[in-house]
């Protein structure tokens, strides 16, 4: 069980276009999905919280406007890179949580290049 | 705000051998969580730990909550090749708060 996805795992975008990255719990309603960015040999770095059907929740010095979440069923966010440059190449993890709220599941990642 | 002090940065470990590291935090937790991660894929939960002094197993792999609240360790036992990646701790305040994360700890085999 927990068991969480991401897709796509891997994706090169244009500078200028806009890559959304879809996270789905598949077996438990994640009341709560974070995204994190991970730079290489780098702890996760907390983005945003998003709670369904509300407002993502972001981090300080997370553009809103460039990474924007939708959380708009229990079972899914997406995070869409808007207007993407190459220092946004990176890698993208979404995690979520049920309704307990201690344990925290985490998806494959999705590894974005930006050319 | 918090900081989770994670060590040693990294290690090598020999088949066989038993290893442990250990998280560290500047204020209390009520919640620690254990994750490895191998290369190019998510973090994934090993232990999680619920109350100060808990004792906790996974195959063979131990981790203990602190009683201070303020740290945690984490032990594998008769290491395997498999064994080789990265452990993050992570804490949590009050279920719903978003976790912590350690800087990591990067498991490697010696040459």
């Known amino acids: 069980g927990a068991v969480v996805s991401q897709h796509p795992s891997r994706v090169i975008c244009k500078s200028g276009t806009s890559v959304k990255i879809e996270c789905r719990s598949l077996?438990?309603?994640?009341?709560?999905m974070f995204w994190y960015r991970q730079f290489p040999k780098k702890s996760l770095m907390l983005m945003a919280t998003?709670?369904?059907?509300?407002?993502?929740?972001?981090e300080q010095g997370v553009e809103k406007d460039k990474f924007l979440i939708n959380h708009a069923s229990l079972t899914l966010s997406t995070l869409t890179v808007t207007s993407a440059h190459p220092e946004d190449s990176s890698f993208y993890i979404c995690?979520?949580?049920?309704?307990?709220?201690?344990?925290?599941?985490f998806g494959p990642g999705t590894r974005l290049t930006v050319t | 705000g918090q900081q989770l002090n994670q060590s040693p940065q990294s290690m090598f470990i020999q088949e066989g051998e038993d290893v442990s590291m250990n998280c560290t935090s500047s204020?209390?937790?009520?919640?620690w969580l254990w994750y490895k991660q191998d290369p190019g894929e998510g973090p994934v939960l090993l232990i999680a730990?619920?109350?100060?002094?808990e004792l906790t197993s996974n195959g063979r792999l131990t981790a203990q909550f602190g009683i201070t609240r303020k740290d945690s360790f984490l032990n594998i036992s008769a290491s395997i090749p498999s064994d080789v990646g990265i452990y993050f701790c992570?804490?949590?305040?009050?279920?719903?708060?978003?976790?912590?994360f350690g800087g990591g700890t990067r498991v490697l085999v010696k040459p």
């Open positions: 995690s979520a949580r049920g309704m307990a709220g201690y344990e925290q599941y």
């Open positions: 730990l619920y109350k100060a002094g």
């Open positions: 204020s209390i937790f009520n919640t």
């Open positions: 077996d438990f309603q994640a009341t709560t």
């Open positions: 992570a804490g949590q305040f009050t279920a719903g708060n978003k976790l912590t």
């Open positions: 998003s709670n369904e059907g509300s407002k993502a929740t972001y």
